[in-house]
């Protein structure tokens, strides 16, 4: 069984930014892809970015792009959001995600095991 915990989220002004973390526990976590996806109150939730197993291969929603990182850490069984330049519609719970293998696209049903989520606000 695999246990996601997300952190660093909170109440960011408008260009702002945040960092969050993911530590994952369990033995897997070096083996398979991590993601991170979002929703928003009355949307559905969405994809925010993918990375592979080693790092070398990472994947954006357009929506974040040029402003979002992903990384991760497989040492420290952890994978980071970088957010810069928030905008409110930014606001939404994000949460991470591990992949059912080394390298995974957007779908969520490529996703085994999710965290409880972490809170992001951007006001304007």
């Known amino acids: 069984q695999v246990q996601l915990v997300e952190s660093g989220g909170g109440l960011v002004q408008a260009g702002g930014s945040l960092r969050l973390s993911c530590a994952a526990s369990?033995?897997?976590?070096?083996?398979?892809?991590m993601g991170w996806f979002r929703q928003a109150p009355g949307k559905e939730r969405e994809f925010v970015a993918v990375?592979?197993?080693?790092?070398?291969?990472?994947d954006y929603a357009n929506a974040v792009k040029g402003r979002f990182t992903i990384s991760r850490d497989n040492a420290a069984n952890t994978v980071y959001l970088q957010m810069n330049s928030l905008k409110p519609e930014d606001t939404a719970v994000y949460y991470c995600a591990q992949g059912t293998m080394a390298v995974v696209g957007r779908a969520s049903s490529s996703y085994r095991y999710w965290g409880q989520g972490t809170q992001v606000t951007v006001s304007s």
């Open positions: 990375i592979s197993w080693n790092g070398a291969n990472t």
């Open positions: 369990g033995r897997t976590f070096s083996r398979n892809a």
